[in-house]
T-cell receptor
């Protein structure tokens, strides 16, 4: 199984809502990532978890709050988002977060903030 | 940090022709170079990668070449098919887990 799953596929939320994005992998990977991708742009790294600990936070605003409950799950909690936060949010995982590890991406959650 | 430049930004070829996409990188210590294909509405999928101890790797119609001296690596797709139409991203090797992606190439294969 080389699949990373993400739910929901689509999400529409108002600026005062609180919602969560979910990501799951069963490949035994110990590194998990959140990326943000705007239309016609490459993915931009937001957070990296390595062995369930937050190892990289790319100066992301606090309205995005990641959580890694266990080695298979990764959540992204959203609160008080802005319309410019509308994007495709991608989750990825890799074996251990080493420089030569292959990253496997999920299909993404298409987020629209009204 | 690592800087990756990808060219061209768009590429249109006739079915059956070859397509070549090139990326240059700045960090001479880099040692892992993946290529991703992203179809509309989907996440990027790894299609081929190469490590710095080899100069070329091939998988059926797809090949990647690496020139460490010139600090560039290229994706070669032969006998292109309409289903090869997608956005292709190169990525510089992750540094402490951080990948740097090229800006992407939109490949269109015309039947």
């Amino acid at each position: 199984d080389t699949e990373v799953t993400q739910t929901p596929k689509h999400l529409v939320m108002g600026m005062t809502n609180k919602k969560s994005l979910k990501c799951e992998q069963h490949m035994g990977h110990r590194a998990m990532y959140w990326y943000k991708q705007k239309a016609k742009k490459p993915p931009e790294l937001m957070f990296v978890y390595s062995y369930e600990k937050l190892s990289i936070n790319e100066s992301v605003p606090s309205r995005f709050s990641p959580e890694c409950p266990n080695s298979s799950l990764l959540n992204l909690h959203l609160h008080a988002l802005q319309p410019e936060d509308s994007a495709l949010y991608l989750c990825a995982s890799s074996q251990a977060g080493h420089d030569t590890d292959t990253q496997y991406f999920g299909p993404g959650t298409r987020l629209t903030v009204l | 940090g690592e800087n990756v430049e990808q060219h061209p930004s768009t590429l249109s070829v006739q079915e059956g022709d070859s397509a070549v996409i090139k990326c240059t990188y700045s960090d001479s210590a880099s040692n892992y170079f993946p290529w991703y294909k992203q179809e509309l509405g989907k996440g990027p999928q790894l299609i081929i990668d190469i490590r710095s101890n080899v100069g070329e790797k091939k998988d059926q119609r797809i090949a990647v070449t690496l020139n460490k001296t010139a600090k560039h690596f290229s994706l070669h797709i032969t006998e292109t098919q309409p289903e090869d139409s997608a956005v292709y991203f190169c990525a510089a090797p992750p540094n402490a887990g951080k990948s740097t992606f090229g800006d992407g190439t939109t490949l269109t294969v015309k039947p």
